[in-house]
T-cell receptor, first 114, second 113 residues
Framework: NAGVMQNPRHLVRRRGQEARLRCSPMKGHSHVYWYRQLPEEGLKFMVYLQKENIIDESGMPKERFSAEFPKEGPSILRIQQVVRGDSAAYFC????????????FGEGSRLTVL | GENVEQHPSTLSVQEGDSAVIKCTYSDSASNYFPWYKQELGKRPQLIIDIRSNVGEKKDQRIAVTLNKTAKHFSLHITETQPEDSAVYFCAVAGSSNTGKLIFGQGTTLQVKP
């Protein structure tokens, strides 16, 4: 079980550029949750997706942020025209299966906006 | 939506002492209450969880208690060790049935040798 795979682990962008973060859930699973963790803060829910479908995007900022989970390939969190305030760790999580309710987190992608 | 408050934000104890972290939540229909530990630069990892049909659960030095009437739950760590130093997050799965977890603000625990 390779767990939840996220890449890149670290990403540096200049203001105005685009950032793309990728997440592959646990093998055999088709649901992912994206969370954002600002420096020294908690985990804020952003979006919940299953393949080809956005289930809950209530935590997504209204502008510049989008997420998708295509039929083939990883889920992608896309941030357009990044600003310094977007600097954070972005975690992806996958349900572990069964009916436990547990979410298993990836190692995160740390975005730094210069 | 669900609101989760966690206290204290920082906690410093001597090695061997106990540590208690408390969380309150707002949605009385919430039914799943996990605790995650996050070491510096690492991913959050589940350490213990409890469901709404259980009042207390213990796993070695870690225990969680749940009071559904008062809508609060607590993490108890006994015989603390320096490796327990980390940030601890409580979370709540609400009634929306999406499996989404809402997290508390976190508690930074420092265990002094």
């Amino acid at each position: 079980n390779a767990g939840v795979m996220q890449n890149p682990r670290h990403l540096v962008r200049r203001r105005g550029q685009e950032a793309r973060l990728r997440c592959s859930p646990m093998k055999g699973h088709s649901h992912v949750y994206w969370y954002r963790q600002l420096p020294e803060e908690g985990l804020k829910f952003m979006v919940y997706l299953q393949k080809e479908n956005i289930i809950d995007e209530s935590g997504m900022p209204k502008e510049r942020f989008s997420a998708e989970f295509p039929k083939e390939g990883p889920s992608i969190l896309r941030i357009q025209q990044v600003v310094r305030g977007d600097s954070a760790a972005y975690f992806c999580a996958s349900p572990t299966g069964g009916n436990t309710g547990e979410l298993f987190f990836g190692e995160g992608s740390r975005l730094t906006v210069l | 939506g669900e609101n989760v408050e966690q206290h204290p934000s920082t906690l410093s104890v001597q090695e061997g002492d106990s540590a208690v972290i408390k969380c309150t939540y707002s949605d009385s229909a919430s039914n799943y209450f996990p605790w995650y530990k996050q070491e510096l630069g690492k991913r959050p990892q589940l350490i213990i969880d409890i469901r709404s049909n259980v009042g207390e659960k213990k796993d070695q030095r870690i225990a969680v208690t749940l009071n559904k009437t008062a809508k609060h739950f607590s993490l108890h760590i006994t015989e603390t060790q320096p490796e327990d130093s980390a940030v601890y997050f409580c979370a709540v799965a609400g009634s929306s049935n999406t499996g989404k977890l809402i997290f508390g603000q976190g508690t930074t625990l420092q265990v002094k040798p």
